[in-house]
């Protein structure tokens, strides 16, 4: 049968609860979801791609085609993104710049070093987001970085920090859209620290500093990521979730909620309601933990689900920034965006076509029986039918058939780079 036919029978099934499928689709591709560079070459970047990983980040895998440079990263996410219905954004870490060859240190990293990737991003229609890289360098080697009890290792953080500040406002100006700059720190011990307070004094003081410059919200928006623990910090992380909610609530900053960097019983799905009641907004870091934080690809579960339905009932599409953050080195890089990507794309979806209103009615009804037999219901709709439509709609290979495109470019692409 054929997309066209199906989606029409689906079409009729929702609009049995109320539901526009069309308007479904045509708002879930206005949503933007910022794509991380950092799956195309397992987080390693440009300034020294053959070094050590460290900042409690590991990369397992050695999947072949790796891209070794800018030019191969680009192209693997062109490839990427055009297996992907919906509006997109590149999230950059701060060591992908562009050097034209020369060796610059990160506290020195300016504006002009992300000049190629803004007219890259205007060529392909991609906006861009933005990160400071405080791990994999000798300066953040024990683990602290801007809480470090060292004041000249701390101010060398603090600069690189606020040159980030600089260099996002910078792209966002020339892009003529607002760049979510994500500071995420790996302060932390390994071991049972004498002096919590003293290194979470030192953070918030060096923020304090990052943030001190004026800088137009119209081209830059700071977020603060907390973290529970970290590979080589079990015992004490500073940048705590308490931390990072306190700072952010005070300081009038974006609060960054990483779905792996929490307790494994904890749900960032119940948690965007909260922080919104007393933020104006949040980034989300999608990733998919199994057992911690180890940012398996995002797939189609049911915390996905909740995320995106959160985000939807609460119309809160202007106040949450859906970024993704996952690397898999096991598998095939591009493959791994494409399943990630369209994996939030359908949840987003998904939750469009709820008829969410109904829902509420039964709640406010007490009507707890049919709120709950209606919800298990829409599990079961055509929904795949609607999702084939986006990305007919778009362009985009529908169901498995963009893994043959994945598969070609494999062959003829990435093998070669042995």
């Known amino acids: 049968m054929s997309t066209e036919k199906m989606y029409s029978y689906a079409k009729e099934i929702y609009a049995k609860f109320g539901v526009n499928t069309d308007k479904a689709i045509k708002r879930a591709s206005e949503i933007p979801v910022s794509i991380h560079c950092w799956q195309g070459d397992d987080v390693h970047g440009f300034e020294n791609p053959d070094g050590d990983l460290t900042g409690g980040i590991q990369v397992t895998g050695n999947y072949p085609g790796k891209a070794r440079n800018i030019d191969e990263l680009r192209a693997d996410f062109e490839k990427a993104v055009s297996l992907i219905p919906g509006k997109k954004r590149i999230n950059l870490h701060s060591f992908y710049l562009d050097s034209c060859g020369e060796k610059v240190s990160r506290e020195k990293i300016a504006p002009k070093h992300f000049d190629s990737w ?67 720190m790996p302060d932390g011990m390994k071991d049972i620290p004498a002096d919590r307070y003293g290194a979470r004094l030192r953070m918030k003081e060096a923020y304090d500093e990052i943030f001190r410059e004026p800088i137009s919200t119209q081209y830059n928006k700071d977020a603060i990521e907390s973290k529970v623990f970290g590979i080589g910090a079990e015992s004490f992380t500073v940048g705590s979730g308490e931390f990072c909610l306190g700072y952010a609530a005070k300081n009038n900053k974006l609060l960054t909620l990483d779905t792996g960097h929490f307790h494994p019983t904890e749900y960032v799905s119940d948690k965007i309601s909260s922080t919104l009641l007393f933020l104006d907004e949040i980034l989300l870091h999608v990733s998919r933990p199994v057992r911690w934080d180890s940012d398996h690809v995002v797939i189609f579960d049911d915390e996905l689900k909740a995320i995106a339905s959160e985000i939807i009932r609460g119309n809160f599409t202007e106040r949450v920034h859906i970024g993704l953050d996952f690397f898999d080195g096991s598998i095939n890089r591009i493959a791994a965006w494409v399943i990630g990507t369209r994996a939030m794309q359908k949840a987003l979806l998904y939750a469009l076509l709820e008829p969410s209103d109904l829902l509420r009615d039964f709640e406010v009804q007490g009507d707890y029986t049919s709120r709950l037999a209606l919800m298990e219901e829409l599990k079961t709709l055509p929904f795949a039918a609607v999702f084939d439509m986006y990305c007919e709609s778009q362009n985009i290979p529908v169901r498995d058939t963009w893994l043959s495109e994945v598969k070609a470019y494999e062959k003829n692409v990435l093998l070669k780079r042995q």
């Open 118 to 184: 803004i007219e890259w991003a205007k060529e392909k229609n991609l906006g861009i987001d933005y990160n400071p890289s405080c791990f994999s360098h000798p300066l953040s080697a024990d683990g602290m970085t801007i809480s470090h009890p060292d004041k000249n290792i701390r101010d060398f953080w603090i600069e690189h920090c606020k040159g980030s500040r600089r260099v996002a406002a910078y792209i966002g100006e020339k892009l003529g859209n607002t760049v979510i700059t994500n500071f995420w």
